[in-house]
């Protein structure tokens, strides 16, 4: 707010009346602030404290930057998928033709969905499928000859909760073995 010299109080009762137009000013651009960290339904968006945070609609932090660190994230934890080997042969592998587990992970849930991709293949003359499971429920299934490479929802999703992922195969014909291992996993949005 600028004033000009010719508009500044002469009187104890103008200089009262110049700070309660200050107070309001200050309290309405202070609630325009406020209101751009709410969503229109009243919950809160965000929080800035010593330092920043996202919160989806439950509370849950989303995305906050490191305190500690004094740059990069705090949240979400973004995983890079290890390294794993090439050659075939020495991947995880089974001859049975029931689904049987052949890799197991654990991990921590905050995306409603999981991204695998997964390589396959089988000795020659066997056919077979690999499929991922997200606390022994199946979520994507794929076979022999193609990537397990898709998007699909995590069952009973509940923010922040540990859950296990296993890579699990089956011989669905010839008496040879199936292998897989993943190649990446990661949550992502819907």
């Known amino acids: ?17 110049a700070v309660d137009q200050i107070r309001r000013e200050a309290r309405e651009r202070a609630a325009q602030l406020l209101s751009l960290l709410r969503r229109a339904d009243g919950t809160i968006a965000a929080r800035v ?3 920043w945070s996202w919160l989806d609609r439950a509370g849950n932090t989303l995305i906050a930057e490191d305190p500690v660190a004094g740059s ?22 089974t001859a049975a033709s029931s689904w049987t587990t052949i890799a197991r ?7 409603p969905k999981v991204r695998i991709r997964a390589a396959v ?8 499928q690999i499929r991922l499971c997200v606390n ?34 089956q011989v669905t014909s010839g008496a040879g073995n199936v292998y897989g291992t993943t190649r990446y996993l990661y949550g992502v949005q819907s």
């Open 136 to 169: 022994g429920t199946p979520v994507a299934t794929g076979a022999v000859g193609a990537e397990l490479n898709t998007t699909a929802p995590l069952p009973s999703f509940v923010h922040m909760a540990e859950v296990e992922f296993t890579l699990q195969a």
């Open 49 to 51: 404290t010593a330092t």
């Open 1 to 17: 707010m600028s004033v000009r010299r010719d508009q500044l109080p002469t009187t104890a009762a103008d200089f009262g009346r």
């Open 121 to 128: 293949v089988t000795d020659s003359g066997t056919a077979g």
């Open 72 to 93: 990069g994230l705090a949240r979400p934890w973004v995983a890079y998928s290890p390294p794993t080997d090439d050659n075939s042969a020495n991947w995880p592998r």
């Open 105 to 111: 992970s654990r991990g921590i849930t905050q995306h």
